[in-house]
């Protein structure tokens, strides 16, 4: 036969989907998803089967754990010894199952996430509880298949004398599905089952009335009403999970957080570390010291603070910042007639009572045939001892037991199994007393059995059975309720101040965008003197801001963006060194520049309003609160057009005037109160109509009342003061009034190319010049000419080099400013 015969084509696609179709659901159906009748996984059911099997059971000693895995594994379920351990462990574990299903004896492991011993260190048994999920396993109440090799019966579902599912809940990952359903409290199940067992057409809302929601055997708040119904309405939902704690107050005025639950499945240990990892790095400022005191007594946590800390504050930064509060997920998902299902909780009890129905039923027919097969034999004793001796005769009269047989079948009407019980009847069985015995034997086993009868025809009744077996486990292992339930999700609301501690410190910007803060304290023992500040060379500093740890500063940029910057997340430097680029502090593209930096304490509480002005003219108003933001990153604060970009942004008063000076010396005065307040992304107003080649180049705030003067000076050192009497006040959007007059041609020597800075002075100020590159040039106000005329062309205050131009003006911050 040719080679290309022995082989059928097939599509690699159709060949690896259909392997991976059958792999994926063998392990949703027989791994990692549990069962909606009793709420066990394949293995977690070998493991109470096998040791059900073996008598191993809450009325005999513990035996050790290395038996049960090995009979799990050699009979039932032919996977690694760990994975069977690990699934006995979790049984055996009370802080991970609602009601434990295996009695452990020795080291189980521990809320601290420590592992158990190994398997052959310790030791276990059923508990009781565990024998009402496995009770009546013998009475036909299950289905039963064959085990891996065919060697052995195991049960395809287990009885679940309770809703197990529910109770106990179970956390499992397969191939396309996950399930997450948390532990309830077995008194509201059972009475929820109940209650729908009475009324099918119950609603949601009514079955909620009896399970409020989860119940986790570590205890601690469960929060979000809303969340809980979602989940019991479709599978799916969330709920948060809060520690339980108490603030107590010691001796000294002091005052420490007491936990003593906390949420479900959080590992203490690490839940402890986490908040001395946060009192170390000095991100909560009051804890004095982090103590795990858990004991014999339970578990207890406790979080000393320091005198005057805000406990409240604290225990809001500590629910928002670790464990102690979690969300939980719902994702309810059973298998459901091979098939998994996402249940919602009337889905899931339903499920559950037709198991139930189904064996009780099984049950009963069981217990029914047995007594049917009683009754049938003890008629026919009752049948012989009535005409005993003719049955003697007849059995003497046999050849031998088959012939007897026959003989009595058919002499006096008996079935084969009846005059089988005859010929194994004892002689002293033939007494009066015994005769006695038969018949009153038959009559409480037919009674039994029209009563057994009477289950199998009623539906009432056979619910009715359900419900009494229900309230014989509630009564037994019911217990109080561990979780708290809160219907609303208390908000965290951390202040600032229990995160960081208030200081006043000096912020610095350089020009090259270099950024720091520094502690009074370094800039007192580095001489005190503001122009004094560490600096790259070739760099200076822009500004010098009196601020506290618990400000924020609003950093906008020329391209229109702006930056919430929490004054205690800037680097701490010494008042001698250069500070951190602050391109590493805040998310700033390199292209774009910093133009103004205002120093706020709460966005959403300021009042007052900022004042954008663009190289185009462009003037707009925003309140101070619109920029309280969340995020992080470069949020919007001005909408630009083509080629315009931010010039200023300072805090804006109506009651003053506004005046903007252009690069070719033309000036604007008007009323701040003619920009009306607008949203944060716009545009704005025109301040000052300029021509093709002019842009703004200065923005100044002035007094209504101003009797100072205006010093304008250019980019060649030329400047000159004018009177604020002599600048009227006009409207918005004309095109100003000329204030400083730029000389031009060959033969005349220039005093300017360009409108540099200007500033309104009541006294004499000191300022420095930089230019190219970077060099500084002091000067003060009073060298510039004093004049009556607006448009003048100023005089020389500054010497320069050839090519040289002045290209910003900075006021001396080491002299004292008497700006208004």
């Known amino acids: 036969m040719a080679t290309n015969e022995q082989y059928m084509p097939a599509f690699l696609e159709e060949v690896v989907g259909d392997r991976f179709g059958r ?26 089967y096998a040791m059900y099997e073996s008598g191993n059971t809450p009325d005999k000693g513990y035996r050790k754990s290395a038996k049960t895995v090995g009979d799990v594994m050699g009979n039932y379920h032919p996977h690694g010894d760990a994975s069977i351990y690990d699934g006995m462990v979790r049984m055996a574990q009370p802080w991970k199952m609602g009601h434990t299903l295996v009695d ?36 036909n109440t299950v289905q039963f298949k064959d085990n891996f090799d065919n060697t052995a019966k195991e049960p395809m579902v287990l009885p679940a004398r309770y809703p197990n599912l529910l109770v106990n809940g179970v956390s499992g990952i397969s191939s396309g599905f996950a399930t997450e359903i948390p532990p309830h409290n077995l008194q509201e199940v059972i009475e929820a089952c109940i209650a729908l067992m009475e009324n099918p057409a119950m609603e949601l809302d009514e079955l909620m009335n009896y399970v409020k929601g989860p119940d986790f055997p570590t205890g601690g708040i469960i929060m979000g009403g809303s969340g809980i119904r979602e989940a019991y309405e479709s599978g799916k939902g969330r709920i948060y999970v809060r520690a339980k704690t108490e603030i107590e107050t ?46 014999r007594d339970g578990l207890r946590i406790v979080v000393e603070l320091k005198k005057d800390a805000d406990a409240e504050g604290i225990l809001a930064f500590l629910l928002k910042k670790t464990d102690l509060q979690v969300n939980y997920n719902f994702n309810m998902v059973a298998i459901v007639n091979k098939a998994p299902h996402q249940l919602g909780l009337k889905g899931i009890l339903e499920a559950y009572i037709a198991h139930q129905r189904e064996v009780v039923t099984r049950r009963t027919q069981y217990d029914l045939d047995k007594l049917e097969a009683r009754a049938h034999v003890l008629e026919g004793l009752a049948k012989a001892l009535n005409v005993l001796d003719e049955v003697i005769a007849a059995i003497k009269a046999s050849n031998n037991r088959q012939d007897a047989h026959q003989n009595l079948q058919w002499m006096f009407g008996l079935t084969e199994r009846q005059s089988d019980a005859i010929l194994n009847l004892q002689l002293y069985r033939l007494t009066n007393l015994e005769i006695n015995q038969v018949e009153k034997e038959l009559a409480d086993i037919q009674k039994k059995i029209k009563q057994l009868q009477a289950i199998l025809d009623s539906d009432k009744k056979l619910i009715g059975l359900i419900k009494k077996e229900l309230m014989e486990s509630h009564e037994r292992f019911g217990i109080n309720r561990r979780s708290e339930i809160r219907e609303e999700v208390e908000e965290l609301k951390v202040n600032l101040e229990v995160m960081v501690n208030s200081e006043d410190v000096l912020v610095t910007l350089s020009n090259d965008g270099y950024i720091k803060r520094t502690s009074m304290l370094s800039f007192t023992r580095s001489g005190a003197e503001r122009s004094g500040s560490g600096v790259k060379e070739d760099d200076f500093i822009r500004e010098v801001l009196d601020v506290n740890t618990l400000d924020n500063l609003l950093v906008f940029t020329q391209r229109g963006q702006y930056f919430v910057l929490p004054v205690h997340q800037i680097p701490d430097f010494k008042w001698k060194d250069n500070g951190t680029a602050i391109v590493n502090v805040i998310s700033m593209t390199r292209e774009d520049r910093i133009i103004g930096v205002i120093p706020v304490r709460n966005l959403e509480q300021e009042t007052g309003s900022l004042v954008f002005v663009t190289k185009r003219g462009q003037v707009k108003r925003t309140e101070v609160k619109d920029y309280a933001t969340k995020r992080s990153g470069a949020v919007a604060a001005c909408k630009l057009g083509e080629g315009d970009e931010v010039l200023s942004v300072t805090r804006g008063e109506q009651a003053r005037d506004l005046m903007l000076i252009t690069k070719n010396g033309m000036s604007i005065r008007f009323r701040a109160e003619e920009v009306s307040t607008m949203g944060r992304v716009s545009t704005g107003v025109r301040g000052i109509q300029l021509v093709d080649d002019d842009e703004v180049v200065t923005s100044l705030w002035v007094d209504g009342e101003e009797d100072g003067q205006l010093m304008v000076m250019t980019d060649l050192g030329y400047a000159k003061r004018t009177s604020m009497l002599h600048y009227q006040t006009q409207s918005r959007g004309g095109k100003g009034v000329s204030t400083f007059e730029l000389k031009e041609g060959k033969r005349v020597k220039p005093n300017g190319n360009r409108i540099i800075a200007a500033y309104v002075c009541r006294d004499h100020r000191s300022f420095i010049a930089i230019t190219p590159p970077n060099r500084t040039i002091p000067f003060s106000s009073k060298q510039a000419l004093q004049t009556d005329e607006r448009r003048h062309v100023g005089k020389s205050i500054i010497t320069l080099d050839r090519n040289d131009v002045i290209i910003a003006v900075l006021e001396d911050l080491s002299t004292n400013s008497a700006d208004v």
């Open 23 to 48: 792999y994926s659901k063998y392990i949703i159906q027989d791994r990692a998803i549990p069962d909606v009748r009793d709420g066990l996984k394949p293995v977690q059911r070998r493991i109470l």
């Open 104 to 139: 452990g004896h020795g080291n189980w492991g521990s809320p601290d996430d420590d592992p158990a011993a190994a398997m052959r260190y310790t030791e276990a048994r059923l508990s009781s509880i565990a024998m009402e999920i496995l009770r009546d396993i013998d009475r």
């Open 250 to 295: 010691l001796r000294g005025g002091k005052q420490q957080i007491v936990i003593t639950e906390i949420p479900y499945q959080v590992v203490k240990v690490r839940l402890v570390t986490a908040m001395e990892n946060l009192r170390l790095e000095k991100k909560v400022e009051g804890i004095a010291e982090v103590r795990d005191e858990s004991g």
